[in-house]
């Protein structure tokens, strides 16, 4: 019967007498690999090619790759000592016959969602527009409702009923007298350069002792006085005009 790798091996180390630890130390060989190729359980390495790999390292340590166990073992492979290594896991197989199947699904899916969020975008602008859009005519309503009511005529004469308001400027000394809703409020000496406002709910009457000298104004808009200088002169003002 041949003689088997681990008993060719232990042979040869201990016929130079090296001691396991010895070996180990000097081939970088771990020494429970050691004992396990010389008790001939090369099933316990997992690998195959680190279990020859060992082995051709052994015998080049002891000069024994030409022994014909080791020699042939090498060339040939474990034969009958090599168990066989675990076989490595086949990775997984796509199947992408299913995946070729649902991608017209997958395509449709995507094309939804795409087209969803476009008319959602779209829908949003609208909804945002009509509501601002009453706000905007409001607002222009009530510009114009604004311009109208200051440039109408009609509301200037509401103005005109509701007050009567007199200006009175002095281009030289006078004497003046000032009646509102028949009440006197100013009556005395109104000199040159002087100007005065007085306003009345229903009638103002004015009495100048110089009337040539005194310019008015009745709500904003020049009136006559034709008086001369030294003369004296009365008006009463209305919401109708001068009296």
Do not use: C, H
Not at 21 to 31: A, D, H, L, Q
């Amino acid at each position: 019967m041949p003689e088997s790798i681990g008993k060719i091996l232990k042979r040869i180390r201990e016929s130079k007498r090296f001691s396991i630890e010895e070996v180990s130390e000097r081939s970088r060989i771990p020494k429970n690999i050691v004992f396990i190729i010389e008790e001939d359980r090369l099933s316990e390495i997992n690998s195959g090619f680190y279990a020859k790999s060992f082995i051709k390292t052994y015998a080049a340590f002891l000069g024994a790759l030409d022994e014909s166990g080791i020699k042939e073992y090498l060339a040939m492979g474990r034969k009958k000592q090599e168990t066989v290594s675990m076989p490595i896991a086949a990775p997984p197989q796509i199947d992408f016959s299913a995946i070729a199947k649902y991608k017209k699904q997958a395509l449709a899916i995507v094309i939804g969602i795409f087209v969803f969020w476009v008319l959602s975008l779209a829908i949003g602008r609208v909804v945002k527009f009509i509501k601002s859009a009453p706000a905007k005519k409001q607002m222009k309503s009530a510009v114009v409702k604004a311009v109208v009511k200051k440039g109408t005529p009609k509301n200037k004469k509401a103005e005109k009923s509701d007050s009567i308001e007199l200006e009175v400027s002095a281009l030289g000394n006078t004497w003046l007298q000032v009646t509102i809703d028949g009440d006197i409020v100013f009556t005395g000496s109104f000199k040159k350069g002087s100007n005065d406002t007085w306003k009345a709910k229903k009638e103002i009457k004015l009495e100048a002792g110089n009337s040539g000298v005194v310019k008015i104004n009745i709500n904003g808009k020049p009136a006559g006085f034709s008086g001369k200088k030294g003369e004296k002169k009365e008006i009463t003002i209305t919401k109708d005009g001068i009296k």
